[in-house]
C-alpha cells in the first residue's frame, strides 16, 4: 500500500486517478483549488484545497499530506491551465498567469515533495506536461512556454536527485478527452481523443513499474495528430 498525493485531482485525469488508486487500497492525498469539487469525488481520502501559486502553499500541502498519510511515496503533479490564443493578442497578464500556474506551481510543489521522498530514499514524480512540453503549436507560445519550462525542469531534478532513490516521469499526452477542453475556444474531435482512462492507464503503469525502473518519458497521441 503506497502513500500517493494527487494535485489537480478535482477533474480530469487527476480525479480518474484517484478514483482507480483509492479503489484498489492505496493511502491517496487530495489537492485542488476546490474542495466542493474534492468532496464530490466521494472517497475516503484526505482532501486539503490549495492555490499552489499563494506563498507557502506547497510547503503546506506536503505538510499536510506527510502528516495523513506518514510519508509520501508517489507525487502526481496533475494541476494546470490551459490558453490557446495567438502571440499577437497574448497579454503580458496572460503569460504571467499561465507561467504561475503551470511552471511556477510545478516547481514549488515538486521542490517541496522531492525533499521528502529523497529523505526516505525512495519516491517516484510523475507529471504530466502534455505533448506541448515537447512540440510547438500555433496559437499556444505562452502555454507552449509554460510546458517546455515544466519539461526541462523535471529533467533537472532528476539530475540533482539522480543517487537520492527519487524517479521522474514525464507524461506528453496529446490531446485527452477531459474538461481542460470545456472553455478552449478551438475546433476539436473530442471523440478522437485520448480516453481519459487510457491515459490514466498510462500513469498507472509508471506508479506499477519495479522500483528499480522508471518510464522517464511517455509519448501518447491520437493518430491523426502523431509527431512524426
Known amino acids: ?66 502528516e495523513a498519510l506518514g510519508g509520501v511515496d508517489v507525487a502526481i503533479h496533475c494541476a494546470g491551465v490551459g490558453l490557446i490564443k495567438s502571440a499577437a493578442e497574448t497579454t503580458d497578464a496572460d503569460f504571467t498567469q499561465v507561467m504561475n500556474i503551470n511552471a511556477r506551481a510545478t516547481f514549488l510543489f515538486a521542490r517541496e515533495v522531492c525533499k521528502v521522498m529523497a529523505a526516505a530514499k525512495r519516491g517516484l514524480f510523475i507529471t504530466i506536461p502534455g505533448i506541448l512540453g515537447k512540440a510547438p503549436m500555433k496559437n499556444a507560445s505562452a502555454y507552449v512556454a509554460s510546458k517546455y519550462a515544466v519539461t526541462g525542469m523535471v529533467k533537472c531534478f532528476a539530475q540533482e536527485y539522480q543517487r537520492s532513490g527519487v524517479r521522474f516521469c514525464l507524461f506528453h499526452l496529446g490531446g485527452v ?52
Open 1 to 66: 500500500m503506497a502513500n500517493i498525493i494527487i494535485t489537480g485531482a478535482s477533474s480530469g485525469i487527476g480525479a480518474e486517478l484517484a478514483k482507480i488508486l483509492a479503489g484498489r487500497g492505496e493511502r491517496v492525498f487530495l489537492t485542488g483549488r476546490s474542495e466542493s469539487k474534492l468532496q464530490a469525488l466521494g472517497l475516503d481520502a484526505p482532501v486539503h484545497a490549495a492555490d499552489l501559486t499563494a506563498p507557502g502553499a506547497a510547503e503546506k500541502v506536503v505538510a499536510a499530506a506527510v
Open 177 to 228: 478527452d477531459t474538461p481542460f477542453w470545456d472553455n478552449i475556444q478551438m475546433a476539436v474531435q473530442r471523440e478522437r481523443m485520448i480516453p481519459v482512462a487510457t491515459a490514466a492507464g498510462l500513469v498507472m503503469q509508471a506508479i506499477d513499474a519495479p522500483p528499480h525502473l522508471v518510464l522517464s518519458e511517455v509519448v501518447m497521441q491520437p493518430e491523426s495528430h502523431q509527431l512524426v
